[in-house]
């Protein structure tokens, strides 16, 4: 049973550019959540989706957008990258009617801006 | 606003030592907590998870107590080995998921 997987591993990016990340979630599980983890910092909560929709959002700014499908993979995607957008991006799988009783992680896509 | 704090930061023992990680949360209205693992430069590893229900979760060499009156939760770790040298993670469920900062362990062989 294939946990969580996360595309591409590692990626490098010029500042204003525009990214794509892509999160396919754990067999059964239809909620998918990003987390930003600069370094030496705990995972930060970016946005959650369910239903094709997102949910609930953290202290991100519009930069950070994201979409789930139908099969209920995810799409982070972030514009105009700044330096500090430089972390690791987590994503996150749950399964909504059991009320998030355990979340199964992503390895992470590894984002460097230079 | 739900705030996590893990200490110590770092934490270096040697080889064998029983150890505890502390966590503490501010808003006692939590689903769950949960513990994890986390390899440099890689993903999250679940360790335990506690319902709100249950007091603590064992597997193996780890055990997680979870006190939500008063807002805490420690991480035991017995008989240490190099191999358990990672940064543990604590993270409390409102409704989504708030993580402390870690705290970075360094078994010493």
């Known amino acids: 049973d294939a946990g969580v997987t996360q595309s591409p591993t590692h990626l490098i990016k010029t500042r204003g550019q525009q990214v794509t990340l892509r999160c396919s979630p754990k067999s059964g599980h239809d909620t998918v959540s990003w987390y930003q983890q600069a370094l030496g910092q705990g995972p930060q909560f970016i946005f959650q989706?369910?239903?094709?929709?997102?949910?609930q959002r953290g202290n991100f700014p519009d930069r950070f957008s994201g979409h789930q499908f139908p099969n209920y993979s995810s799409e982070l995607n972030v514009n105009a990258l700044l330096l500090g957008d430089s972390a690791l991006y987590l994503c996150?799988?749950?399964?909504?009617?059991?009320?998030?009783?355990?979340?199964?992680f992503g390895s992470g896509t590894r984002l460097t801006v230079v | 606003k739900q705030e996590v704090t893990q200490i110590p930061a770092a934490l270096s023992v040697p080889e064998g030592e029983n150890l505890v990680l502390n966590c503490s949360f501010t808003?006692?209205?939590?689903?769950?907590l949960q513990w994890f693992r986390q390899d440099p430069g890689k993903g999250l590893t679940s360790l335990l998870l506690?319902?709100?229900?249950?007091r603590e979760q064992t597997s193996g060499r780890l055990n997680a107590s979870l006190d939500k009156s008063s807002g805490r939760s420690t991480l035991y770790i017995a008989a240490s080995q190099p191999g358990d040298s990672a940064t543990y993670l604590c993270a409390v469920y409102d409704d989504k998921i708030i993580f402390g900062k870690g705290t970075r362990l360094h078994i010493l062989p």
């Open positions: 808003d006692s209205a939590i689903y769950n």
């Open positions: 996150a799988s749950s399964q909504r009617d059991r009320g998030h009783r355990g979340y199964t």
């Open positions: 989706y369910y239903e094709e929709e997102e949910r």
């Open positions: 506690i319902q709100s229900s249950q």
